[in-house]
């Protein structure tokens, strides 16, 4: 299914939790709506589920619109599927039922479907590797079991579009990674739209197809993963997906001068016009070289994280507080006294 | 195009929101409830201000300046708070017991506790008038001792003090006990970590949180004396000791003159009390609210010895045996006896009693008949109605329906003598000039009961509606189920529980109602309530017994049946521990 969103705002009383939101969505497509808790991805979602309204805007979907702010198709009329952040699966119903129950009732159910409940049941049973717990109770199963039924639910009646809000979201670190490579799997078998609410960056560059990151309401960003990683658009961007150093300084033509060092000159690497015209270099920890010689920004180390694969040094030069990552072979104590500066190889 | 794209849409059923509240509607469910629920009260108070010269302060000068009045009036005072503090020192010690303390045996002992819930005022009151009357196992008990023991004469203000604060202590208890669970160990831990000692963080943290709970719970008790009916008409009548609710009735019942106008005058007395604690505790609530957790723990806090623990269970059990149990054995005895005054002896028992409440008085049966009609229609509307508002109310929240809420809980807010008074007079002439004989009739008896308890149904499904998570719903609706089919498979399995024990709560209140009916009875239309009361009061104590214990029996059997249903219910749908 396609979607389009155009110009949607949502206002609660004097709150406006979205502002001017534009997007769309290519039929097939994976697309992550990734942003920090309060930045309006839930309710972007739900308006796009049908359980709420746009106060101006539309949203359309196959070309027509489903909801306005004068009339909206209910979301048992829209040919979606959802999986909640608490599964929100029915505590007096096993597995099976839950997933013959939108088989029996989803209005866009084919003939064909309908007529083999049984054996669609089965398929999908089978797709979540739940066959042999067809019988259990909610409570009877553990939490990715649950997200599992949550899923087959979901994709049960064969929907044009998936919602998901931060489906992965009350499962543990372990079962949350092994679960991405199901939910990929399911989107390639399904060739559904999916769209994925998500404030978890590494889920969102993991599966999606394309990112729109939000704050405050408004989209900052549309792109691949790589583009959203690699050239962000904006310092919320640049900081919320690649824990990025905004570095300040002074752009000349497409060569950049840290305000701490003003001799040193950085090549452009793709930095957005907005971030250029802010006066700022976005560098990721892993971009920025450390070292003890006597060229670039002096510093002293204040904090060192030991993170298993590689190492977290926050630095203090004279002006900022800088996040560098290293691998192991880099040892710098606490005060120690560095240099800092950009990798040749980016 | 937009035009085009309309039409369209047309075809598709779209819904434009809100329309479950559209205008119309919205008036006129508006009008019937201020109808029903509002003007009644309106007409009482109107009433006082009425007189064949038009509207007039009279009534009020007269009563306010009479001694008498007043007396009544402190009367009230005195013994609804000394009441409302035995309920509280009782209420608060059990909330403690049973929500920190090591005890073995707490959910036999919390149905204990709720039993006064369930057994009506007045027949616990004619229980302990049996345990103490003179010729009473326990009077021939007293005499063996020596020096002319006697037992406690409970037709007194001190006999009923005491019967109103052991029927109202569970009010106080089931506040605070929840409110006692839900202050996280964690306060108390931070507390005794920081270096203070038990007794110091029982001062500081734990008392001040709980504090707003028992205040709330104690306003409830003092509410709960003011509303009594049964109580002081068992026990103050025949001792000539006035309140309001009994001065109300004894005002009608009288039919002077002036009666209507002055039982107006001092229903909005009684109304005025009422209200203004009412306000006390809603005040007290809010400030509660800030600072409550959601979760609550039911793990105890105190650990005790083996050997203080078994001592303080058999406290806690003797206290169940003397109020709970020897009352209504005595009740029982005083049954099987063919006339009042009798030696309890194995010659001398006889089912006699039961035999012509059961078979022989058409009172009896009539009344039966009576209740159970009642009881059953208000329930089952009830249930609808106050279902459905309360899924309104939780998911739909408005200004609007917060203002419905508070008409609905206006009749149980109200002492029972002044609403039954305002139905009276609403419904004797709705229209002047025009009396339709709804006052006389079951119909009144319904309206009453309807409008007076569908707030315990309203109360009951919102906490069950509150327990259903939101999404619950919507994950059936993008399974394409909304409507009945969303209700039918969803909505009605997870709340039958909630709906069930609300329902139950109005049934048993509905069935065993006195206050209202004692006001709206006509002849055709009695009531259990009202039987049992006019046996005692024309002193026929042995079939005021023996109805009662057959009433209770019934209750008991009753309550068996309903918790076997929910338990059996609930390994059915395995609800029990989602959650």
């Not at chain 1, 994976?30 to 308006?47: E, N």
């Not at chain 2, 105190?302 to 209504?328: C, D, G, K, N």
């Not at chain 2, 499904?461 to 259903?468: F, G, M, R, Y």
Request: proline share 5%; with cysteine.
């Amino acid at each position: 299914m396609s979607i389009k969103v155009a110009e949607v705002e949502r206002t609660f009383g004097s709150f406006t939790a979205l502002k001017h939101v534009n997007l769309t969505v290519e039929d097939g497509e994976f697309m992550a709506i990734l942003g920090p808790s309060g930045c309006g991805k839930t309710t972007l979602l739900r308006l796009l589920a049908g359980f709420d309204a746009p106060s101006s805007g539309t949203i359309e979907m196959d070309g027509r619109v489903v909801g306005s702010p004068k009339q909206i198709v209910p979301p048992e009329k829209r040919n979606i599927g959802m999986v909640f952040q608490s599964f929100a699966l029915w505590p007096h119903m096993n597995v099976r039922r839950h997933i013959e129950f939108p088989l029996m009732h989803h209005q866009f159910v084919s003939k064909a479907l309908k007529k083999n409940m049984r054996q669609r049941a089965d398929e999908v049973l089978k797709m979540i590797k739940l066959q042999d717990l067809a019988e259990r109770m909610p409570e009877e199963l553990s939490g990715g079991q649950r997200q599992r039924v949550a899923l087959g639910r979901a994709i049960a009646p064969q929907p044009k579009l998936l919602l998901m809000d931060e489906p992965l979201s009350s499962l543990d670190a372990e079962l949350r990674v092994a679960m991405r490579g199901e939910l990929q799997e399911i989107h390639r078998l399904t060739g559904t739209s999916i769209i994925y609410v998500t404030h978890d960056q590494s889920e969102a560059l993991a599966m999606a197809d394309r990112i729109v990151v939000m704050n405050h309401g408004s989209v900052e960003q549309i792109g691949t993963p790589r583009a959203i990683y690699n050239h962000p658009q904006t310092s919320f961007v640049a900081r919320f997906v690649g824990k990025a150093n905004l570095v300040k300084g002074k752009w000349q033509g497409s060569f950049f001068s840290p305000q701490e060092a003003p001799d040193v000159h950085w090549e452009d690497h793709g930095v957005s016009e907005i971030l250029k015209q802010e006066s700022v270099y976005s560098l990721r920890p892993e971009q920025i070289e450390i070292n003890q010689g006597d060229s670039g920004i002096p510093g002293e180390v204040a904090n060192v994280q030991y993170q298993g694969k590689d190492i977290r040094y926050t630095v203090k030069t004279a002006t900022a507080r800088w996040q560098v990552d290293t691998d192991l072979t880099h040892n710098f104590h606490l005060g120690e006294s560095v240099r800092l500066s950009i990798k040749s190889n980016l | 195009m937009n035009f085009l794209k309309f039409l369209s849409d047309e075809k598709e059923r779209t819904v434009p929101r809100a329309a479950w509240l559209s205008f119309p509607i919205q008036t006129i469910t508006f009008l019937c409830l201020v109808l029903l629920f509002v003007w009644p009260i309106f007409r009482l108070v109107a009433l006082g201000f009425n007189s064949e010269h038009g509207v007039t302060f009279e009534n009020y000068q007269t009563i306010l300046s009479d001694p008498f009045a007043w007396r009544v009036v402190l009367n009230t005072l005195l013994i609804s708070t000394c009441s409302m503090v035995i309920a509280t020192v009782l209420g608060v010690s059990f909330a403690w017991l049973m929500a920190y303390v090591t005890i073995r045996g707490k959910k036999i002992m919390q149905l204990f506790i709720v039993l006064p819930f369930v057994i009506p005022s007045y027949i616990t009151t004619l229980a302990w008038t049996q345990l103490f009357s003179e010729n009473s196992l326990l009077a021939k008990l007293l005499s063996l001792f020596p020096g002319h023991l006697q037992p406690w004469n409970l037709y007194s203000y001190m006999g009923m003090i005491f019967i109103l604060g052991i029927t109202h202590y569970p009010l106080v208890y089931l506040f605070t006990v929840n409110v006692l669970r839900k202050i996280p160990r964690e306060m108390e831990q931070a507390c005794r970590v920081s270096g203070g000692s038990k007794a110091l963080t029982f001062c500081r943290v734990t008392l001040p949180m709980a504090l707003p709970g028992i205040v709330s719970g104690a306003f409830l008790a003092f509410l709960a004396s003011l509303d009594n009916f049964g109580i002081p008409a068992f026990l103050g009548i025949p001792a000539h000791i006035n309140v309001l609710s009994t001065y109300i009735y004894q005002q009608i019942i009288g039919f002077g003159p002036d009666a209507f106008a002055r039982a107006s005058v001092f229903s909005v007395l009684l109304g005025v009390l009422a209200l203004l604690a009412m306000l006390g505790q809603w005040l007290l609530q809010r400030t509660f609210k800030a600072g409550a957790t959601t979760s609550s723990e039911r793990k105890p806090r105190y650990i005790l010895s083996r050997h203080s623990r078994v001592v303080l269970e058999l406290v806690i059990w003797l206290f169940f045996i003397a109020t709970a149990m020897i009352p209504f054995v005595a009740m029982m005895m005083t049954s099987l006896l063919p006339a009042y005054g009798l030696d309890f002896t194995m010659q001398n028992m006889s089912l006699k009693n039961y035999a012509f409440v059961l078979f022989e008085s058409p009172d009896t049966q009539l009344a039966i008949r009576n209740s159970l009609n009642l009881a059953v229609i208000t329930t089952v509307i009830g249930a609808v109605i106050g279902t459905a508002f309360a899924y309104l109310q939780v998911r739909k929240s408005s200004r609007w329906l917060k203002l419905c809420e508070s008409f609905i809980s206006l009749p149980y807010a109200l002492p029972g003598t002044v609403m039954a008074l305002s139905m009276i007079f609403v419904w004797m002439e709705p229209i002047p000039g025009w009396n339709p004989g709804i006052y006389g009739s079951m119909t009144i008896l319904f309206i009453a009961y309807f409008t007076r308890f569908l707030i315990l149904q309203v109360r009951g499904s919102a906490t069950a509606v509150l327990q259903v998570d939101r999404s619950m719903e919507e994950a059936a609706q993008v399974s394409g189920a909304n409507g009945w089919t969303k209700w039918q498979k969803i909505l009605i399995p997870l709340l039958i529980p909630g709906i069930l024990s609300g329902a139950s709560l109005l049934f048993l209140t509905a069935l065993t109602e006195l206050t209202v009916s004692a006001l709206l009875y006509s002849a055709q239309s009695k009531t259990i309530g009202v039987v049992i009361f006019g046996y005692e009061q024309a002193g026929y104590t042995t079939f005021s017994t023996a109805f009662s214990s057959l009433i209770v029996l019934l209750i008991l059997i009753g309550f068996a049946i309903l918790s076997l249903v929910q338990t059996f219910w609930r390994r059915k749908e395995g609800i029990a521990n989602v959650h």
